[in-house]
């Protein structure tokens, strides 16, 4: 396993792992409350390793080894943390493979740098998602305790909550997809799970009936949930890469 590594500037503190093989890279952008060393990034650092592919992945702030309380960040925050990644890598012409929030960054990127990414792969990517998703599921009184400057606390499993702050929301709004004019032409491939609880397996259709991404392939794997760590699911992917 790579050393573990930190991006330094300001009061920003990221840690990531970056295997340098060749020209050709990956970058895999993980999501919501999750990190690095999950079973897709390790899966995809391995199929990397094999082909001679260069391997990057990280932690966002508020997530995994990186500074920060989650609760403090927002879209915006993530977006940049990618950003100055890259330019500090120097990271050329990357695959961008994105995870549910991951994959909202890594639209972003690849419509605000068109000409900086090779092809994008979304993984149940769920861009705009706390205005489509979450802020649509909340009750009155959550949004009204999010409008107050206060968390909203909801409980997934036995073992697992999400923390929905203010400055998720406030931070985010500036990034929506759906707003962005611009249009990324190389090759996009989203991958979605029909028993995907979290992100509808038809969320991303609307962009079949916009010039957002001009070359984009929609996949649905039957029975993969929204996690998409499943063997077919893996499998079916780095055909793509």
């Known amino acids: 396993m790579s050393k573990l590594n930190y991006f330094l500037k300001g009061n920003t503190k990221i840690a990531y792992r970056y295997y340098k093989r060749s020209k050709k890279s990956l970058v895999f952008i993980h999501g919501l409350l999750s990190n690095m060393n999950g079973k897709k990034s390790t899966y995809f650092n391995n199929y990397c390793r094999r082909k001679k592919i260069s391997f990057l992945c990280f932690d966002f702030q508020g997530h995994g080894k990186s500074n920060g309380d989650f609760v403090n960040f927002g879209i915006g925050d993530w977006f940049k943390n990618l950003k100055d990644l890259l330019n500090y890598l120097k990271i050329e012409q990357p695959i961008l493979v994105g995870s549910s929030m991951g994959g909202w960054v890594a639209m972003l990127y690849a419509l605000n740098y068109p ?42 499993s036995k073992d697992f909550s999400y923390s929905y702050s203010p400055k ?31 992100v509808p397996y038809n969320y991303n259709d609307k962009f079949y009936k916009n010039s957002t991404f001009l070359n984009l392939t929609n996949i649905t794997i039957k029975n993969a949930d929204h996690s998409m760590s499943d063997e077919l699911s893996l499998k079916t992917i780095i055909k793509y890469i």
């Open 115 to 156: 000409k900086k990414v090779s092809k994008l792969i979304g993984i149940a990517p769920a861009p705009d998602f706390t205005k489509e998703l979450i802020w649509k599921s909340l009750t009155s009184k959550e949004k009204q305790k999010i409008k107050s400057n206060k968390i909203v606390t909801r409980k997934v």
């Open 168 to 198: 998720l929301f406030i931070n985010s709004k500036k990034f929506f997809v759906k707003d962005i004019k611009k249009k990324y032409d190389g090759q996009t491939i989203l991958f979605h799970g029909g028993q995907d609880q979290s």
